[in-house]
């Protein structure tokens, strides 16, 4: 069992930065591949970015490609989204998941999501 907190979420302007947190509690959390999903009102989930249990591999969607990263402290049971250049349709419920494998779905476990307001 896996529980996850996101922190971290606010109103930014556009082209600035916010670090989202999602810290995890449960023995296994290094053994699980995470991920940073997002969706905003009337859209679809959307996948942002998921890193392997080791921290090696990481995958992004391409709306967010070379301005999000991606990390993850498995000393710490954390996950990390650096968010960086940020625009408004960046706006959304950021949410962290947890599962087996980078390739897996569906996911395991979910947080309870944290709101990021870009403005412009």
């Known amino acids: 069992q896996v529980q996850l907190v996101e922190s971290g979420g606010g109103h930014v302007q556009a082209g600035g930065s916010l670090r989202l947190s999602c810290a995890a509690f449960?023995?296994?959390?290094?053994?699980?591949?995470m991920a940073w999903f997002r969706q905003a009102p009337g859209k679809e989930r959307e996948r942002v970015a998921v890193?392997?249990?080791?921290?090696?591999?990481?995958v992004y969607a391409d709306s967010v490609k070379g301005r999000f990263t991606i990390t993850r402290d498995n000393a710490k049971n954390t996950v990390y989204l650096q968010m960086n250049s940020l625009k408004p349709e960046d706006t959304a419920v950021y949410y962290c998941a947890a599962v087996r494998s980078i390739t897996g779905d569906p996911y395991d476990y979910w947080g309870q999501g944290t709101q990021v307001t870009v403005s412009s």
């Open positions: 449960g023995r296994t959390f290094s053994t699980y591949a």
């Open positions: 890193i392997d249990w080791s921290g090696s591999i990481t």
